[in-house]
C-alpha cells in the first residue's frame, strides 16, 4: 500500500501514480487524452510540483489513478 500521511498533495499525487505505474510525463499525457486539456509537460509538471490543483482537477487524478476524493465536515 502507498503510505500518504503527512505529504503534500504533490507528493500524494506523485506516490499513486507511480503506484499505478505512471510517471509525470505519462500522467500528464494521459490527463490531457481525457479530459481534453493542452498541458505541455513542463507545465503539468509546475502544476503538479506547486499544488497548484484545482478541486476539480483532483477528481479527474481520482478517475485515472482509481481514488475518490472525499470531504468530511468534523462536528
Not at 5 to 11: F, K
Amino acid at each position: 500500500m502507498v503510505e500518504l500521511e503527512q505529504t503534500t498533495i504533490a507528493e500524494k499525487l506523485k506516490r499513486i501514480a507511480a503506484y499505478r505505474g505512471y510517471n509525470l510525463k505519462t500522467l500528464g499525457e494521459e490527463f490531457n487524452r481525457r479530459f481534453g486539456t493542452k498541458y505541455v509537460q513542463q507545465s503539468f509538471s509546475k502544476k503538479i510540483n506547486t499544488g497548484a490543483i484545482r478541486y476539480d482537477e483532483l477528481e479527474q487524478f481520482g478517475d485515472i489513478l482509481g481514488f475518490k476524493v472525499k470531504l468530511e465536515l468534523e462536528g
